[in-house]
């Protein structure tokens, strides 16, 4: 058996299984340099045409869960279950800022391991990023003593977590191989067997703004992070939620966290971003055994927001990662404004349809706010604000959304975009459930 890594593309090229030998040694080339960008590029494409059973994924899974460090946190002698959420992407979605420091006030600990931008959907390290000093890249005292004083940290990877699925990340966001069920899998559960959890709670988003974007791909993706985790020792859960719009009012990284901030402090939390958030919320806390049952894990998430105990947890862990001490006071003050905003008239009376919710998410890369390719700079002013949610009556003039951009032609171009990618509909509409269902058992359908 060659394991040349030309011979090992076109073994899965031609259709057949990798053995775990083959699949360490195309990990061991992501990590050493041994395979070229092109070569990964192929292999990468390879599994996207071809597949990977739930035996290759499980390997490609722990090679690079391998690949790094694997941190332990019984010597950290932390007073609670160490947990984490990860959602596969959707627009919009902010969750993770509020969700980590919820937890955190209810008694885990959330070491978030999380991604930049992918394709067109944000990143939630490219949000941090838009506070002043926060370091996504902190030493491990830095991390201990982070979790240890504020329950939960927001980071990236470093050097030492999962180097396989950073080089492999950066290179599936640039060669049209994102949307590929194993190395999805392989790519979230590598650095979250990393980040040495106790329990996972996935956030699984399904519809036109997902990469899943049929209920039988959102179930497909489910069951394979589930599986694979349970089968690496790691409990995990998955819910199917709705991203046929954007979540939220806001998409753009510095719109996202000013709206994020808000939630926590009770200023205005959008009805579906709350019913998510409160959810997996309760998931963690129940699979972390913080809570006997799902009725009293969201008694205990709305008592935290009620009593400000997760916005201190935040502010906590910014200060604790290099962000300003008042950042939670004075975020207008940190946060960078886009020097043009123009709002996106409805052009006639109706009820709101539809939205394009992955095209919404390619305009706001369009404005600079995402990567074409994985070298961009990223403006973290530009976005949308006060988008209107489906189902809403509007009458023609009505303000469907706020355009953020860099200059006027930028946003001149995006409001014209933005009318034709929100649909009005002359009969009466209503938005569908948030919450589709989830995932307890690899060996279970979803329920819900």
């Not at 391998?66 to 332990?72: D, I, K, L, T, Y």
């Not at 009012?249 to 402090?265: K, P």
């Amino acid at each position: 058996m060659s394991l040349l890594a030309q011979e090992v593309i076109r073994v899965k090229r031609d259709g057949h299984a990798l053995d775990t030998a083959q699949i360490e040694v195309f990990v061991r080339g992501l990590v050493d340099g041994g395979w070229s960008d092109a070569q990964c590029a192929a292999m990468a494409m390879a599994i996207f045409q071809r597949g990977f059973s739930t035996a290759e994924t499980v390997a490609l899974t722990r090679a690079m869960t391998r690949s790094g460090a694997v941190m332990e946190w019984a010597s950290a002698h932390l007073p609670g279950p160490v947990l984490d959420k990860h959602s596969t992407g959707g627009v919009g979605d902010k969750v993770s800022l509020m969700l980590a420091p919820i937890v955190a006030a209810c008694g885990g600990f959330v070491p978030m391991v999380s991604g930049r931008g992918l394709g067109h959907t944000g990143g939630t390290l490219d949000k941090m990023d838009s506070i002043p000093g926060y370091n996504t890249a902190p030493g491990l005292a830095t991390l201990r003593a982070t979790l240890r004083g504020a329950g939960c940290a927001i980071i990236g990877q470093t050097s030492e977590l999962a180097p396989a699925d950073r080089r492999l990340y950066a290179i599936r966001d640039v060669t049209a191989t994102v949307e590929s069920i194993p190395l999805i899998t392989a790519s979230i559960l590598s650095k979250k067997l990393a980040a040495g959890l106790q329990g996972l709670v996935l956030d699984v988003k399904v519809g036109n703004g997902a990469f899943a974007c049929t209920p039988a791909m959102a179930q497909a993706l489910a069951r394979s992070l589930v599986s694979v985790a349970e089968g690496a020792g790691l409990p995990a859960r998955a819910l199917l939620t709705d991203m046929n719009q954007v979540l939220g009012d806001t998409c753009g990284n510095a719109l996202e966290v000013h709206e994020a901030l808000d939630f926590l402090r009770g200023v205005r939390r959008e009805p579906r971003l709350l019913e998510v958030t409160r959810a997996l919320a309760a998931e963690m806390l129940v699979l972390g055994k913080l809570a006997p049952d799902p009725g009293l894990a969201l008694r205990r998430v709305d008592d935290c927001l009620r009593d400000g105990a997760a916005l201190e947890c935040f502010g906590r862990m910014v200060s604790s990662l290099g962000g300003p001490a008042d950042f939670v006071q004075r975020a207008q003050k940190y946060l960078a404004r886009a020097p043009v905003q123009l709002d996106v008239r409805a052009p006639q009376d109706g009820w709101v349809q539809r939205m394009q919710t992955r095209a919404i998410g390619l305009l706001v890369v369009g404005l600079g706010g995402g990567r074409r390719v994985a070298t961009d700079h990223i403006d973290h002013r530009v976005g949308l604000t006060g988008l209107v949610p489906l189902g809403r009556r509007v009458q023609a003039g009505d303000v469907l959304a706020t355009v953020h951009a860099a200059n006027r032609a930028d946003a001149g171009h995006a409001v014209a975009s933005l009318q034709q990618l929100i649909g009005l509909s002359d009969t009466a509409q209503h938005a569908g459930a948030v919450v589709l269902g989830r995932q307890d058992s690899p060996n279970g359908g979803p329920s819900g």
